[in-house]
Each structure stands twice: as structure tokens, then as C-alpha cells.
């Protein structure tokens, strides 16, 4: 490691010289025995640790910091990191001038200490004044493939993507609702690694690349979302999709409740997919062995256990200025290679106050017109296909979220009661029937609006942030 010739300063105020940084950063290599390498950006502590044998740890094992005081380095690091478990690798992304960039990347070797580390470092006051974010880190490996002929099977798909771009282990296609022999004009490619995705997503830029003559849309998908396994020990809903429209929740029930009579609480459908309640979960996971793959109506259904709401939701996390700045979130923002965040945009004359804090107050969306010339080519396509930032309302958002989610849409109440000066005032109760944890949730904002336009729109802030 070369000598730094700038001064930092250290939690307590004093000056630390790049000597001092570079004895302090060699004295904690010395007693760890870990390597540190710096190279593109960021430099890497471990991976592997001393004596590791064997392939890295899995996916779920890396967590974000974020908001690290930018005159902090690896020897204040590590050992407040170290208390939740055995540190695999330490990524610390660093300035040309030698200050880190305010953010690092931690892997575990357990999935387990990944989670400890976000349960007791989330929020952490690392200095005095200075808090920490931590959250679980996506290392993305699966692309968003748009605009694909819907005549198209799977194995056409995987056997294309596979000639134009390197690594691809599987795609994911659906079923379009109404016609089960045609694909939804999307699908998903799977990548051996992160590295391969984010190649094959440079290779397939949109406008210089076409297949089958179509120019396709390319960008990376949103993660799944991760559930602890504690949590999922827990469920007991089932989530079935690729029904037929014309199915109905009797015929669902009464499918279901064959290999055990009575075991079915309730279901709620939602045109192609429904949620299946049932009152124990012993019954649920033995209803998904063996219902998943049978056919209902002439559809042949997919069945998985349904995942529950997070409450420290990746929402929440994106107001507190937690998420990485390389990683993507439930909420379906595009990827912020850019460090740039996407906004819910609230309507610039809603101006609210939800729980004592201000509503996100997002840029303007820029909103423009371009001609449409006749001839001009249009393809069909659902908005949920869409980015986030295609939406200027909450409204819009918070039903993009339920569907990325696989939950029931919405469903809006209206309630009304009168002012004192006489003007009739409106709120709206938000109903997400289909939140996988067994029953009903329920979100009302705590102010009224005297337009209904503004009270729809109050109603979906309100509950995006309180999921």
C-alpha cells in the first residue's frame, strides 16, 4: 500500500496522518491476518479470510452500509462488524483522494450473521451524531427481457439468449392471461453470476439490438424479495398462479380441499393468480407438494408458499437513505448505478405531513409530448411491465407494488364527514386483502382532503410508507 499524503481526522476531532492511516490499516492486517487490495474503486478486505477452503459464501450473506462518515476506514470498521459473525469480505468503496465514498459492502460466511448484522448495526451510532444504515445487499443476477414475440416458447427464448450472451442458466417465462399458449411478451433470464448479467445486459442494449427482428426492451429485474426462514417457517397462504381468468374461487377452494377436506380457510383471486388461506401450515406445505404442477380448468398451476410482508420494508429503507447504491429494491426503482434515487412523485400541490414527517418531496417528473407520426409502430404492453419512473402518482405506485409483490390490488373506501365551516371533507381507507400473513391489513391516513383526487392520493403515500 502506498503512502497517503492527505490528513483525515479521527472520531475524536484529531488529525490522522496517511502514515498513521496506513500503520492503523497494517496493524489490523497483521492481527487478523487478512489480506487488503485495492483496485477499481474500492478496496477489499478478506475474500477470502485466512484458511478458507471452498467456494464463497451464497447469495443473502452480503450486507450494505451506507452513511459511513467519510473519514472512517477499515480499523474502526471491521471490529464494530465483526460482532455479528465471521467476515468473509469487507468492500470498502474509496475516492481518488483516499476518503472513502460514505458507503461498503460486508459479506458474512453465514446468511445467518448477514442477518444479525442488519438486526443490531441497522441504525447503529458508529460516532456520535453518525448513524449507519445496513441492509441486505442483492447481488443481481437476472434480467428484464421486454417486447418479445408472445409466439415464443420458453426453449426458443433460452436457446437465443444463450447465443447472444454468455452464462445464462434459465428463463422464466409466463403464460399470457388470456391465452395460455402465447408468453406475456417478457421474460426473465437467469445468470450464473452478477458479473454475466450485468455483460449480457451492456450487449443488449435497446436500439442496437434486436431478436427475431424485434427491438427489445433490456433492463435488470427486481429482486426477489428476501424472507428469513424463520418468517416463511411461519406461512401458511399459498401462492398459485397461471390459473385461467374464468376460474373461480369455489373451483379453487374445492381443488385444493381434495387431498384433505376442510383444510382451505379461504381464497382470494385476482385474474390470473390468487392467494389460498389455509388454517394450519402443515396442510398448506403438503397442499403445495401436491398441487403445484396439476392442472385446474386446463391450466397447469404453479404453486410456492406466499412471502410476507416485511415491515422493515425496502420502502422504508429508501427514505432512510439505506439503500445501495448498486442494488435494487421491492418497490421496482431501475437500477441506481448512478447513485440517483427515484421517487414516489407526489403531486406537487399535495403538501402533507404523514406521522409527524414530511411526504417524500421527489424532482418534478419531466412530463413531455413528442410527435406521432402515422405509420409509427406500437406494441402492446402491461403497465407493470414498466419502471417506477414511468409513474408521476403514489396511486399508480402503490398498485406497481402490489402486483411486483404478488398481492391483491388495492381496493379504495371512501368516507366523508363535514368541516365546521360546512365544506365536506374526504379520506380514503386502503384495503390489501392479499398480504400473505393470514389476515385483512388496513391503512387510513390521519388527515382529510377536501378534493378526492388529493385524498386518493394522500391515502396511497400513506400506506406505501407504512408497509
Given at each position: 500500500m502506498h503512502e497517503e499524503s492527505i490528513d483525515v481526522t479521527n472520531g475524536c476531532g484529531k488529525v490522522r496522518s496517511g502514515t498513521q492511516n496506513e500503520a492503523?490499516?497494517?496493524?489490523?492486517?497483521?492481527?487478523?491476518?487478512?489480506?487488503m487490495v485495492q483496485e477499481n474503486g474500492q478496496r477489499k478486505f478478506g475474500g477470502p479470510p485466512p484458511g478458507w477452503e471452498g467456494p464463497p459464501p451464497p447469495r443473502g450473506c452480503e450486507v450494505f452500509v451506507g452513511k459511513i462518515p467519510r473519514d472512517m476506514y477499515e480499523d474502526e470498521l471491521v471490529p464494530v462488524f465483526e460482532r455479528a459473525g465471521k467476515i468473509y469480505e469487507f468492500r470498502l468503496m474509496m475516492e481518488f483522494s483516499g476518503e472513502n465514498r460514505g458507503y461498503a459492502f460486508v459479506m458474512y460466511t453465514t446468511k445467518e450473521e448477514a442477518?444479525?448484522?442488519?438486526?443490531i448495526l441497522n441504525n447503529y451510532e458508529i460516532r456520535p451524531g453518525k448513524f449507519i444504515g445496513v441492509c441486505v445487499s442483492l447481488d443481481n443476477c437476472r434480467l428484464f427481457i421486454g417486447a418479445i414475440p408472445k409466439e415464443k416458447k420458453k426453449e426458443e427464448i433460452l436457446d437465443e439468449m444463450k447465443k447472444v450472451t454468455e452464462g445464462v442458466?434459465?428463463?422464466?417465462?409466463?403464460?399470457?392471461?388470456?391465452?395460455k399458449t402465447k408468453n406475456r411478451g417478457f421474460a426473465f433470464v437467469e445468470y450464473e453470476s452478477h458479473?454475466?448479467?450485468?455483460?449480457?445486459?451492456?450487449?443488449l442494449i435497446p436500439g442496437t439490438f434486436q431478436l427475431w427482428g424485434h427491438t427489445i426492451q433490456v433492463d435488470w429485474a427486481d429482486p426477489e424479495k428476501e424472507v428469513d426462514e424463520e418468517t416463511m417457517q411461519r406461512v401458511k397462504v399459498l401462492y398459485v398462479r397461471n390459473l385461467m381468468i374464468s376460474t373461480t374461487e369455489d373451483t379453487i377452494k374445492a381443488e385444493f380441499n381434495k387431498f384433505k377436506p376442510g383444510?382451505?380457510?379461504?381464497?382470494?383471486?385476482?385474474r390470473d393468480y390468487a392467494f389460498v388461506h389455509f388454517f394450519n401450515r402443515e396442510d398448506a406445505v403438503a397442499a403445495m407438494s401436491v398441487m403445484n404442477g396439476k392442472c385446474i380448468d386446463g391450466a397447469s398451476i404453479e404453486v410456492t408458499l406466499a412471502k410476507p410482508v416485511n415491515k422493515e420494508s425496502t420502502w422504508r429503507q429508501h427514505l432512510n437513505g439505506q439503500i445501495s447504491p448498486s442494488s435494487e429494491n421491492l418497490l421496482g426503482f431501475p437500477n441506481k448505478e448512478d447513485g440517483h434515487?427515484?421517487?414516489?412523485?407526489?403531486?406537487?400541490?399535495?403538501?402533507?405531513?404523514?406521522n409527524g414527517q414530511h411526504s417524500p418531496n421527489p424532482p418534478e417528473i419531466e412530463r413531455c409530448t413528442y410527435p406521432f407520426f402515422p405509420g409509427t409502430k406500437l406494441t402492446p404492453i402491461s403497465m407493470y411491465s414498466l419502471k417506477s419512473s414511468h409513474f408521476s402518482s403514489a396511486v399508480m405506485h402503490l398498485d406497481y407494488y402490489c402486483n411486483k409483490n404478488n398481492w391483491a390490488p388495492p381496493e379504495y373506501y371512501l368516507y366523508s364527514t363535514t368541516s365546521q365551516d360546512g365544506k365536506i371533507l374526504l379520506v380514503y381507507k386502503i384495503v390489501i386483502p392479499s398480504i400473505a400473513n393470514g389476515s385483512q391489513s388496513y391503512f387510513m391516513p390521519?388527515?382529510?382532503?377536501?378534493t378526492l383526487e388529493d385524498a386518493k392520493e394522500l391515502a396511497a403515500q400513506f400506506t406505501l410508507l407504512h408497509l
Open positions: 492503523a490499516l497494517l496493524a489490523l492486517m497483521e492481527k487478523t491476518g487478512y489480506s442477518q444479525l448484522a442488519i438486526r442458466v434459465d428463463v422464466i417465462v409466463y403464460p399470457n392471461a388470456t391465452d458479473r454475466a448479467a450485468a455483460m449480457a445486459r451492456r450487449r383444510v382451505v380457510e379461504r381464497v382470494k383471486k385476482l434515487q427515484k421517487s414516489l412523485g407526489k403531486a406537487a400541490s399535495l403538501s402533507v405531513r404523514l390521519d388527515k382529510l382532503c377536501s
